[in-house]
C-alpha cells in the first residue's frame, strides 16, 4: 500500500497529500490494495475545483480502502483525461456498483464494465462531463433488465410499491420452476438528491439531513457526520459524550436487530417471538427517547459531543429498563432457536459464500455471518469502544440461520457493552450539551468517518474547498455494499423464500438510495 | 408448547388500553410546541435563524410555528434563552387542514371527523394502503409498530393491507420523490372510491428535512388531495392513532 495515503478514521488530511495517479495506474493501484487484503470502503467522483489540481477539466477518482486487519485506511485519486478509464471492475467485482454510481453521477465510462447501466436514474452531479452515456436511460423502471431465456423460464416482477409497509425497490426473479436463478435489485426510488444539495448546503440543514439519509441509522450516520466535522475543525470529543454516542449507537443496533429477529419468526410463521420481539423493540426505541426524547435518537448526536446528558438517575433508569428488555428479549428469541421448525427454515436458505462476501465487498452482520471478521467498532476502534473492546460476532455458514445468530450475538455484546458504558459514565461528570458555535472547517483537506451501524460500516467522505466549505460529500451506506449479497442469496432458492432472505438482510433503500 | 405457554405468561399482556388510559410520554419528549410570543425580545430572531425548514415565522410581535414543516428537532429551544418557544409532552398533533397545522396564527386545531356518509362507511372499518415515497423509512417504522400488540390498531378495525384495490384509503409517507410520483399516482387510481389519504410526518406533509431539493419533492397535497395531516419527523405512533381515531370521531 506504498502509494496509498495512511489515514485514520475521525482524521483529516490535506488533499494535496493524497497521490493522485493516472487513469491507467488508479484502477490497476485499487485492485492491487484489495488484494493485499483492502475493501472499498469508498469509491467515487469529484470534479476538482480549478485550484485543487493541475486537471484539464477532467473527474478524478478516489478511492478509500479499508484494511480492516490493519485498522487502516488507504487512499488514493485517480486524474481522468478523458471520459473513460479501464474498468476496474474487470479485477475487482466490489468496484462494480461503485463504477456504475460514479458513470451515473458524473457520465465517465469504465471501459468493459460487464453490466453498466445506473443505480439510481438521478441526473448527473454539477461538474459531471457533458456527454451522457445514459442518455434516454435514466428514466425509473424503464432499464434493460438482466433476462434468462428458455422454455418454462418465467419472470416475477416486484414492485417498486410492496405488500407490505416498507419503501419502494423494483425486484425481477428469472425463475425455472419454483428456482430463483437470477434475482435483479432495481434501486432509485428514494433518491432525494442529497449529494448534490450537500455541498454548499446552509450549515443548519446539514444535520438533520444527516439524520434522515437512513431513519434507521440515526445515530450511526450522524456520528460518521460529526467526526467528519471534528476531524477538519479540530473539535474534541469529552470521553462522557464519546460514551453516550456510543450507548445511543448499541441502543439503535438492539432496536433494529430485535425488531428483525421478530420479523425474521414471522416470516417462518412462528408467532410468538414476532409479537414479543415488536413489543420489545418499542421498547428499545424508548430507551433511546429516554436519552433524547426521540424513539430515533433525533437531536442527541452533534459535531463536538451530545445534546442531552446523562444524569445519574436517568443513568440508572436507562440500565433497570434495558435489564428488564433483555430479559423478555432473551425468552423471546431462545425460543424461537429452540423450535426445531425455526431452525429446520433458517438453515441452509439463503446461504452467501465467505469467497462471494469478500469479492463484493460485504459489511456488518451480512459479512460476518459469512465468517468474516470485521467490524469497524474493533478494527477502527476508537473512544469508547477503545476502552471498552467489542467481541465481533462471527459465523461460519452464511445462510439465515447465521444471520439471526450473529445478531441475537450481536444484541447480547452491545448489552453486555452498554452496562460497561454506563459503569464508567457513572464516574464521569455528566456530558453537558455542548455549545460549540460552528467553526470553519480546514480548505482544502479531506476527512473520513466510520461507524459501525447496526447493518454495518456507515462511511463518509467530505472534500473541502479552497474556501473551507464542503466541495463534496459522499456518503456510503452499508446497504450499497449488501444489496448485490442479497441478489447473490437468493441464487439457487425458491421464491417463496425471498421474504425471510430479505429481512435477513433488512437493507436500506434510502441509505443506497440518497 | 410448555415453554410458548410459560414464556407468554412471563411477557404479560402489554396493550395499553388507549383512549381510556392515556400513554406517559418521556420527560425529553418533544410533543406539541407552545409559543410565547410575548417573552420575545424587539427583532430577536434567534430561534428563526436556526429552524432548519423555516417552520418559524415572525411577522410584528406575531410568532408562528408551521407543524407542516418542523422537525421536533431541538434547536429553537436550545437558541433561545427567553422561553418564547417549548416543546410540551402533548403527542396530539394531527388535523385535516394544512392551515389548522400553524401554531400562532389563531386557525390551529386538531383533526375533525370525516362527515357522516364518510365516517359511517370508515368508523369501524379502515383498511389502509401504505406507499413509501421517499424520506428515510422512519415514519415506515413508527407505522408498522402500530400493529403491535402495545398499539393493536386492530381493535379499531384499522388495518394495513397489501393491494390498493383492498383499501379504503391511502397512507403516504415521503416527500414524494420525482421517482416515486408515477407510482403513487397509479396506486391512488387504483383505489376504489370513495378513498380518503393520510399524508404522516414531516416529509408527506411539506418535503420535512428535504425541503427544497429538487428531487425529493414537497409533499402529498401536489398531487393527491389529503384528508388528514400527522405532523412529525416521524410522528410517534400514539400521534398518528390520535389522528386517525379522530378523523373516524372515535375520539
Redesign the interface.
Known sequence: MSKLLDLAPGAAAPLAAVPVLSEDAFPHEVAHAVEEGGRLAALFGHAPQPSQSSHMGGIRLLAVVAFDAAGRLGVVAGELSRDRYPCLARFCPQAHYFSREIAEQYNVLPEGHPWLKPV????PLPGALPVDPFEGRRT??LTDYFRMYGPDVHEVAVG??H??????GHFRFQCFGEIVHHLEISL???????E??LPNAPA??V???M??????T?IGHALAYCQIVEALSGLAVSESAGLVRAVALELERLANHVGDLGALAGDVGFL?TL??C??L??DLL?IS????????G??LVVPGGV??ALEPSRLEELRERLAQTMR?VT??VE?MF?ATSVRARFEGTGAVSAAVARDLGLVGPAARACGLTLDSRKDFAAGAYASTPILPAVEESGDVFARAQVRWRECQESARFIGCALDRLSGLAAAE?PVAPPRALAPDSLAVGLAEGWRGEVCHVALTGSDGSIARYKIVDPSFHNWMGLAMALRGQQISDFPLCNKSFNL???GH?L | MLEIIAERLRQKHRTLNFPKVQPVMPDRFRGRPELHPERCPEGCRACLEVCPTGALARIGGHLTLDLCRCLFCPECVAACPHGGVAFTRDFRLAGRTRQSLVLGSGAEALATALDARLAKLFGRSLKLREVSAGGCNACEADANVLTTLVFDIGRFGIEFVASPRHADGLYVTGPVTGNMREALLKTYAALPEPKIVIAAGACAISGGPFIGLPEAGSGTDPHIPVDLYVPGCPPHPWTVLDGLLRLLNRL
Request: charged fraction near 20%.
Open positions: 439510481r436514474f438521478a441526473p425509473i423502471g417498486p410499491v405488500a407490505g409497509v416498507i419503501e419502494p432509485g426510488y428514494q433518491h432525494r438528491g442529497l448534490r444539495f443548519g440543514r444535520l438533520p439531513i439524520e434522515t439519509v437512513a431513519g434507521d440515526t410468538p409479537a414479543y415488536g413489543r423493540r418499542g424508548n427517547a429516554l436519552l433524547c426524547g426521540s424513539r430515533f433525533r437531536g445534546r442531552f423478555d425468552g423471546a425460543l429452540g450539551a436500506s433503500y434510502c438510495d
